[in-house]
Each structure stands twice: as C-alpha cells, then as structure tokens.
C-alpha cells in the first residue's frame, strides 16, 4: 500500500505503510461455525477453537476485535484429559498453530460473566503427549496479543499428560495480557500454568490483578512444573503475588532446570517476585544441568523479596547467574536475594546488580544472602548506604545461620571478592510506573560502575537492568 503526502509548494512524497497480515482462517464476534472462516467477512465464532481443529491445525488464525464472552462455556475435556475451554489444535515444529488477535489485544476473550460468575476452567490448553516417551512431544503452538480476563484458576494450561520427561516442545506466548483473575481458595492459582515442556518462551506479557482468597502466594503470572530451559522475557507484573514461580518436578516427570527470567518489570507484588530456581522437590536426579539465570530485571518491592530459592537438600544440579538486576525497596523484608544452595556445585554468581532502598532499613537476612562455599563471581555490585549481605552457614540449611555483613571491608574480607562494589544512591529519570522511569541520570551513581561479566577485564557498562545497550525493560505496552 502507497500513501501519498502532499502540501501547497512541497513535493509529492509517497512511503510504504505495513500491509495488515493476512491469516488463513478468521474468527469473530458474530462469526457462525457454518461459515468457511477464510475471510474476514466470513469468520468463524470463537467456539472453532474447538469444532475446527482438523481445519487450523498447523494453520494460523486471526481474532478479530471485540469480546468474546465464554464463561458459561464447559471445558474441551477431550480424552487426554484436557480441561480447557478451548483445547488448542497442535502444529508441527515446521509449522506451527498460530492463534493471534488481528490487532493487539483487540481480541479480548472474557470468561466471567456480569453477575462476577468466573468459569472455573482454563480459557486456552492442550495436553501435550510424548514422542517415543522423551523430547518433542505435541506442542508447536504460538498464541499472540490476545487478552485474557475474568478467569477463576488460570487463563492458559499447558499441560503434559505423560510422565516421561518433556514431552511438549515449541509452546510460545507472546503479546498478551492477562487481568482480573480471581480464586476463591489460598491455593495456586496461575495465570500461565506449564507442566512437562521443553523451552516454553513468554514473551512481552503483561499480568495484572490476579488475586486468591489467602497469603499463599498462588496468585501467579508464570508457573513452571517438569520444565526445562523455559524464557519469561520483558513481561510486566503488578497487582500479584509473584511474576514467576518455577516450583519443581512434576510427580514422575522431568526435572525443572534452567529457567531464565531477563528484561521483566514488576511492582506491588504480595510476595516473593521470583520463587524457586532450584527443582528442590520431586525430583533426585543429581546430574549437573544448565544454570538459572535472572537478569536485566526491574524489581521494585515493598516487604516482600525479589528472589526466595533453595535447594532441599538435591545436591549436584545447577549453579544460578543473578546480574544486571535493578531493586527498588521500599520497606524492610526479612530478604532482598536469598540463594540457600546444597553443595558447591551449586554456586551463584551475583554481579552487577543496584540496589536502592527508597525507604526502610537494611534487612535482617540481607539485601543478598547466599550460603557459605556457593559464592561465584560476585562482584560490581551498587548497594545501598546501609546494607547488609549475609553467609548462610552451615551449607544447605535454609534455617542457619545468617552471618552479617555490614561494610564493604567486612564482606570483601569473608569472599575475597566484591572488589569493584560500592555504596551510594541513584538518581533515575523518573519515579512513575514505567520501566523507563528508572534508568539512571547522566552522572549518577552506578553508571560505568560494571563490568561484562562482573570480571575486571570485562568492558565497561551501567549497574542495573538499564547497562547502556538494553533498549526494552518490560512489555512495550505498559503505558495503555
């Protein structure tokens, strides 16, 4: 498509405006099952998802905008014990199911009806089933800028029905929102649900306003069972107890290893932001696997933690790479960071990373606390004034001793590291919801202070999320 720019005494411009994606089937607000679905004249209803599986399997599908009110809707409930509403069709990895809402989030799929009746199912799942019982299962499917409201439980399930290890693979989510979800018991409650998968990405989500009836800390943006090497990337969380809550393995299944969380944003969450990072039940599998990783996070928390993890005692897994992370406080938690690891084996390196308490005082248990002979690189770290790191001794015992470190001088001395750290006080560009707020003003403490790497012969770079090269800190839709 041409548009042509004109004016009295100026030239004639002509540019190229993007062309609308096209999609092999179409669905709408006041589509009909009878109906082809090949044009946007001629959509299909929502309940196609369904009744059309055979048809868009392998295909992609455009929502078209409006809501989509499915809270009176029963579950899928195929054979394979899938409990969704709409049990998504799988692709192949050469080409997958794409379900995705013509415009962002114009698509809003609402599963609770005026008088707040929330349908207890899932809104999106399938249940994944294992190739020759290991790897690359059903899976191969991205879903796309839709936006999920209203749900009691869980808006997305993706689930594994088998117990041999990962048997789903190719599963992305991007683009999406998920708000106002609500369950009536302290019990978990996701707004993503992903069991048995093999590197699931979430991608530029946001999550807001998930609740459950109690503190358990159920209500959750990302919950990963018997995953491995899974990416929760620039999604933005508010208004819930935790962003990611990577639990363990699932009865029977594979372990859960190598999570990375990068580039996300949260704040005015209930509980720890990030829980887990360990695989620390289910599973006794001590084989070295991948590292976690969390970095280029912004966390800004109250009296709750950025990161509670620990091992339970499964020795020989995986070290962890926290760097690159910013943490706002405002309150005093018992725990900013608190890394309770196994053996040696297990170590975590921490670097790079600011920490600024807007107000509160230093935490008991530790801006950082990390157990004795699990220290990696951990160094060029901006904390605050007044602050406290702690070594937790005896070696895997979440309820040892936190040894207090309280000047620069006092930790260099217990690690021989944290050479390049310092104390100080930020000044950010701004102070109001939005990740850019917080990058750091020209001539503030922690610019140039890092190191790539949190090496000394590393190049130079900001503290923080904001490094100087990172151009995205949560979803690009946070201001709508």
């Given at each position: 498509?041409?548009?042509?720019?004109?004016?009295?005494?100026?030239?004639?411009?002509?540019?190229?405006?993007?062309?609308?994606?096209?999609?092999?089937?179409?669905?709408?607000?006041?589509?009909?099952?009878?109906?082809?679905?090949?044009?946007?004249?001629?959509?299909?209803?929502?309940?196609?998802?369904?009744?059309?599986?055979?048809?868009?399997?392998?295909?992609?599908?455009?929502?078209?905008?409006?809501?989509?009110?499915?809270?009176?809707?029963?579950?899928?409930?195929?054979?394979?014990?899938?409990?969704?509403?709409?049990?998504?069709?799988?692709?192949?990895?050469?080409?997958?199911?794409?379900?995705?809402?013509?415009?962002?989030?114009?698509?809003?799929?609402?599963?609770?009806?005026?008088?707040?009746?929330?349908?207890?199912?899932?809104?999106?799942?399938?249940?994944?089933?294992?190739?020759?019982?290991?790897?690359?299962?059903?899976?191969?499917?991205?879903?796309?800028?839709?936006h999920f409201t209203g749900a009691k439980y869980s808006m997305l399930w993706w689930y594994s029905?088998?117990?041999?290890?990962?048997?789903?693979?190719?599963?992305?989510?991007?683009?999406?929102?998920?708000?106002?979800?609500?369950?009536?018991?302290?019990?978990?409650?996701?707004?993503?649900?992903?069991?048995?998968?093999?590197?699931?990405?979430?991608?530029?989500?946001?999550?807001?306003?998930?609740?459950?009836?109690?503190?358990?800390?159920?209500?959750?943006?990302?919950?990963?069972?018997?995953?491995?090497?899974?990416?929760?990337?620039?999604?933005?969380?508010?208004?819930?107890?935790?962003?990611?809550?990577?639990?363990?393995?699932?009865?029977?299944?594979?372990?859960?290893?190598?999570?990375?969380?990068?580039?996300?944003?949260?704040?005015?969450?209930?509980?720890?932001?990030?829980?887990?990072?360990?695989?620390?039940?289910?599973?006794?599998?001590?084989?070295?696997?991948?590292?976690?990783?969390?970095?280029?996070?912004?966390?800004?928390?109250?009296?709750?933690?950025?990161?509670?993890?620990?091992?339970?005692?499964?020795?020989?897994?995986?070290?962890?790479?926290?760097?690159?992370?910013?943490?706002?406080?405002?309150?005093?938690?018992?725990?900013?960071?608190?890394?309770?690891?196994?053996?040696?084996?297990?170590?975590?390196?921490?670097?790079?990373?600011?920490?600024?308490?807007?107000?509160?005082?230093?935490?008991?248990?530790?801006?950082?606390?990390?157990?004795?002979?699990?220290?990696?690189?951990?160094?060029?770290?901006?904390?605050?004034?007044?602050?406290?790191?702690?070594?937790?001794?005896?070696?895997?015992?979440?309820?040892?001793?936190?040894v207090d470190h309280t000047t620069l001088s006092a930790i260099r001395t217990a690690t021989g590291?944290?050479?390049?750290?310092?104390?100080?006080?930020?000044?950010?560009?701004?102070?109001?919801?939005?990740?850019?707020?917080?990058?750091?003003?020209?001539?503030?403490?922690?610019?140039?202070?890092?190191?790539?790497?949190?090496?000394?012969?590393?190049?130079?770079?900001?503290?923080?999320?904001?490094?100087?090269?990172?151009?995205?800190?949560?979803?690009d839709f946070e201001g709508e």
């Open positions: 498509m041409l548009v042509c720019v004109s004016g009295p005494g100026s030239r004639l411009y002509t540019s190229a405006a993007p062309e609308p994606e096209v999609f092999d089937f179409y669905i709408g607000p006041s589509g009909s099952d009878s109906n082809d679905g090949l044009t946007t004249e001629t959509p299909w209803a929502i309940t196609a998802l369904n009744t059309k599986r055979a048809s868009y399997a392998g295909n992609s599908v455009g929502i078209l905008d409006g809501t989509y009110d499915v809270s009176e809707f029963d579950s899928y409930d195929t054979e394979d014990g899938n409990t969704a509403i709409f049990g998504i069709a799988s692709g192949t990895t050469e080409s997958p199911t794409l379900i995705k809402s013509v415009n962002p989030r114009g698509a809003i799929l609402n599963a609770k009806n005026g008088s707040d009746v929330r349908s207890t199912h899932p809104i999106m799942g399938t249940t994944f089933t294992s190739v020759g019982g290991n790897v690359g299962g059903t899976g191969n499917t991205i879903i796309d800028g839709i029905g088998t117990t041999s290890s990962w048997g789903g693979s190719g599963l992305i989510i991007r683009n999406c929102d998920f708000s106002d979800q609500y369950y009536e018991e302290p019990d978990n409650a996701p707004a993503i649900m992903i069991t048995g998968c093999d590197a699931p990405l979430i991608q530029n989500c946001r999550f807001r306003d998930i609740d459950v009836n109690g503190t358990g800390g159920g209500a959750v943006g990302v919950q990963l069972y018997s995953c491995r090497r899974s990416v929760i990337e620039k999604c933005t969380g508010y208004n819930i107890d935790r962003l990611v809550d990577d639990k363990h393995a699932n009865s029977g299944g594979g372990r859960l290893e190598s999570t990375i969380v990068r580039y996300c944003h949260t704040y005015s969450t209930r509980n720890p932001t990030l829980f887990g990072f360990d695989n620390w039940q289910g599973d006794t599998d001590d084989a070295p696997f991948e590292a976690y990783e969390i970095y280029g996070n912004l966390f800004r928390i109250g009296a709750n933690e950025a990161l509670e993890s620990h091992s339970g005692g499964v020795v020989g897994q995986s070290s962890t790479k926290i760097h690159g992370n910013t943490i706002i406080v405002a309150g005093t938690p018992a725990a900013i960071i608190a890394r309770v690891v196994a053996d040696e084996a297990m170590a975590c390196d921490f670097y790079n990373n600011l920490i600024h308490r807007a107000s509160g005082s230093a935490p008991g248990d530790g801006d950082y606390a990390i157990s004795e002979g699990a220290i990696g690189v951990q160094d060029y770290n901006g904390y605050p004034t007044s602050f406290n790191v702690c070594i937790i001794t005896p070696i895997n015992d979440p309820g040892g001793t936190f590291q944290e050479a390049g750290s310092n104390t100080g006080t930020p000044t950010f560009t701004g102070s109001g919801d939005l990740a850019t707020d917080y990058q750091l003003q020209v001539g503030s403490f922690g610019r140039d202070m890092g190191r790539v790497g949190g090496l000394s012969g590393g190049a130079s770079r900001h503290i923080g999320c904001w490094d100087g090269v990172v151009t995205q800190v949560g979803c």
